[in-house]
């Protein structure tokens, strides 16, 4: 049986974290035993990890990750580098915001058959319009700097063969704050087996995000330079 690990960063989720987590573990019913819930906790200042500790003396396959970066980009690469250190066959990316619909996941499941990558598509999201501008603005840039056409690059709603991943993960430097962008332009610039398959999006359940519009507009002006080099790599 295929080895899924289901992983998600968190932070400062104390509000949304047991209810997620409770949520997505039930999605490893019917998978191979090995599988695992992971999700990395680094830097939290409420009671995100005293949950997640009490969590898990009844969930013997959800793991916690406490020593990577607080950042989310960061402990995005941390989780698939793990998931690929123990084997995983799959990596599933979510959230721990509660966005994300677990009953949309068996049919990702389902098509894993046929395709090695399956990324979720935002036709419509609730999460504000000034998110929805940044993402369609995302897009428009992967297309100028990278000729890649994506209705979605940064959706954490992600299923991806592990063997394909590790072909791009040593690309990011540990540090990278939006590898899921990098890694779907990638899968789309090399012609990876791939589709688009449309998802909810909701509000976030509790608490706030811990990534506000200046965060994201200060990320958004570094990642020009890094696009510039990445494109100098992709076509050397």
Request: hydrophobic share 40%; glycine share 6%.
């Amino acid at each position: 049986m295929d080895k899924l690990y289901i992983v998600m960063p968190a932070y400062n989720e104390e509000e949304n974290i047991e209810a997620v987590v409770r949520a997505w573990y039930q999605q490893l019913e019917g998978k191979s035993k090995a599988s695992r819930l992971v999700v990395a906790d680094s830097g939290s200042t409420d009671n995100t990890h005293q949950i997640l500790w009490k969590l898990k003396a009844g969930m013997p396959q959800l793991e916690i990750l406490t020593d990577s970066d607080r950042r989310h980009g960061p402990k995005v690469i941390a989780l698939y580098q793990y998931a690929i250190s123990q084997g995983a066959d799959y990596i599933f990316q979510t959230d721990s915001d509660g966005q994300t619909e677990p009953n949309q996941f068996p049919l990702f499941w389902d098509k894993r058959i046929e395709y090695d990558i399956v990324l979720g598509y935002r036709a419509e999201r609730s999460d504000g319009k000034q998110r929805d501008f940044v993402e369609k603005v995302v897009c428009t840039l992967l297309k100028i700097y990278f000729g890649v056409t994506v209705p979605d690059a940064n959706a954490p709603f992600r299923l991806m063969k592990a063997s394909v991943v590790e072909k791009y993960l040593y690309r990011l430097w540990p540090e990278y704050d939006i590898p899921n962008i990098m890694l779907t332009t990638w899968f789309a610039f090399y012609h990876e087996n791939y589709i688009f398959q449309k998802i909810s999006f909701h509000p976030r359940q509790g608490g706030i995000n811990s990534v506000n519009m200046p965060g994201i507009m200060k990320i958004g002006w570094k990642a020009l330079g890094d696009f510039r080099t990445f494109k100098k790599e992709m076509v050397s």
